[in-house]
């Protein structure tokens, strides 16, 4: 048994991570911020594990379109490259989950299993937030804190955007690390 | 004098022109301005619509990047001085993600959300329909305050994200708010799906700030404030429309009493 995930990224700029760099800096006054990238994130539970795992993933990706659209969308398996930074940034992965919607993943997995002939075991989707923002001399828990204060969490309209806390959970994905 | 009603135009706004048509046949002197609009021409208004639309082509989230602009922090500041400020569709959306309803204790935190459209948290999509729905504590709110309890009014909606999420701490003051729900059309308020069209709590479709000045509202009003916008379907209002039609005269819409009052409160209070 295994999970393998898949991230998903559009080929073209994605205008949600545009506008909400946008907003960030000029806005919301948090020049720190140097790039914020959104992906798609499935996590693909098979009875199969290794370079099995990973064939079957392939194989559902080159099959049919239930997990991406490569026509338009890039994507990675297994691991997210890291963004090209320098010692002076920081990379944190912010991965969303929405608390108030239960998509109908046994109608995918169904679907999988009759088009690629693939069992999938479990299936499930977040939506995952690459910040990378200026170290300045800061720890890794000192700007994790900030970025969730001034970036992620919306708490009022000059603080965080990227998650509603009131319907969205977050975790950050280990580990932060330097370019 | 009419007093002076401004329609904030958002890059993706497409509800203004319809709004202003509204506020303007029920006492408003109205014009749209854009959300650049500088400080000096903004306090020059008495009240202020937020309209429908898709303000920044609901990137991130519906209504979250318009919330972060400028003319936000002058709406923040109008509604604490008791200016009157209706946010309709995504300008509820708006409104809600800059904290201004039910802005309590007068303080703008975020404490209501707009989530995806659900029915028993399976998503649904976008939304286009006809509901019903009625008011509840319509004294609480200048803008509901000429409803009853017992009416039943028919409202258009159209949105994705439309599913009222509210915090512990509005939850326990939502009895004493002006709120709209969804009802049957018996005015009953069923809580599943097609009544409740997108699994709000509480069925709520529209909610005051707890001042009374501010409201927050899903359903688009300006689409049934006058009878020939109503379906023929719509019951009372459906009848009255088709005999209207037929004796030449024109009534009133259902929710055009949200806007007599609006003008109401700021001639003559």
């Given at each position: 048994m295994s999970v393998v995930s898949v991230y998903t990224m559009l080929k073209n700029t994605d205008l949600h991570s545009l506008s909400a760099q946008e907003a960030i800096h000029e806005m919301m006054a948090y020049p720190s911020l140097v790039s914020l990238r959104r992906f798609g994130l499935w996590e693909v539970t098979l009875a199969s594990s290794g370079d099995a795992a990973l064939n079957e993933v392939q194989q559902i990706i080159d099959q049919s379109y239930y997990l991406l659209n490569p026509n338009k969308e890039h994507y990675f398996i297994s691991n997210l490259p890291a963004t090209?930074?320098?010692?002076?940034h920081v990379r944190f992965l912010i991965k969303v989950t929405n608390r108030l919607l239960q998509p109908d993943y046994d109608a995918i997995i169904e679907k999988i299993e009759k088009r690629v002939g693939v069992k999938v075991n479990a299936l499930s989707y977040y939506l995952l937030w690459e910040v990378v923002v200026d170290r300045r001399n800061l720890s890794d828990t000192a700007l994790r804190a900030e970025v969730e204060k001034?970036?992620?969490?919306?708490?009022?309209?000059?603080h965080g955007i990227l998650i509603n806390p009131l319907y969205e959970t977050m975790s950050f994905l280990e580990p932060a690390y330097a370019g | 004098m009419s007093p002076k009603l401004a329609v904030i135009q958002f890059?993706?706004?497409?509800c203004e022109y319809e709004t202003r048509r509204a506020a303007a046949q029920y006492g408003f002197d109205a014009e749209i301005v854009r959300w650049t609009v500088d400080r000096e021409t903004f306090d020059r208004f008495d009240a202020y619509i937020l309209p429908g639309g898709f303000s920044y082509q609901d990137r991130v989230r519906a209504g979250v990047i318009a919330s972060k602009l400028p003319v936000l922090q002058f709406l923040a500041e109008a509604a604490e001085k008791g200016k009157l400020i209706l946010g309709i569709c995504n300008g509820c959306q708006i409104l809600a993600e800059a904290g201004l309803v039910p802005g309590l204790g007068g303080k703008a935190a975020i404490s209501i959300a707009l989530a995806h459209n659900a029915r028993q948290n399976r998503p649904v999509g976008f939304i286009c329909d006809w509901v019903n729905v009625k008011v509840q504590t319509?004294?609480?709110?200048v803008f509901t305050r000429y409803f009853s309890e017992n009416d039943i009014f028919p409202i258009p909606i159209n949105h994705g994200e439309g599913r009222f999420v509210l915090s512990p701490e509005v939850e326990a003051v939502l009895p004493t708010l002006s709120t709209v729900v969804y009802c049957s059309a018996e005015g009953q308020i069923e809580?599943?799906?097609?009544?409740?069209?997108?699994?709000?709590q509480h069925n709520l479709a529209g909610m005051g700030s707890q001042k009374g000045n501010v409201f927050a509202i899903m359903p688009h009003p300006e689409r049934a404030?006058?009878?020939?916008?109503?379906?023929?379907?719509?019951?009372k209002w459906g009848r009255d429309k088709i005999e209207g039609l037929r004796t030449g005269s024109q009534k009133d819409g259902p929710w055009a009493p949200l806007f007599v009052s609006m003008a109401d409160f700021l001639t003559k209070g």
């Open positions: 090209p930074t320098s010692s002076a001034k970036v992620i969490a919306s708490a009022d309209r000059a | 890059p993706g706004s497409n319509p004294k609480a709110s809580t599943e799906f097609p009544i409740n069209p997108n699994g709000s404030a006058f009878l020939k916008q109503v379906p023929e379907s719509a019951g």
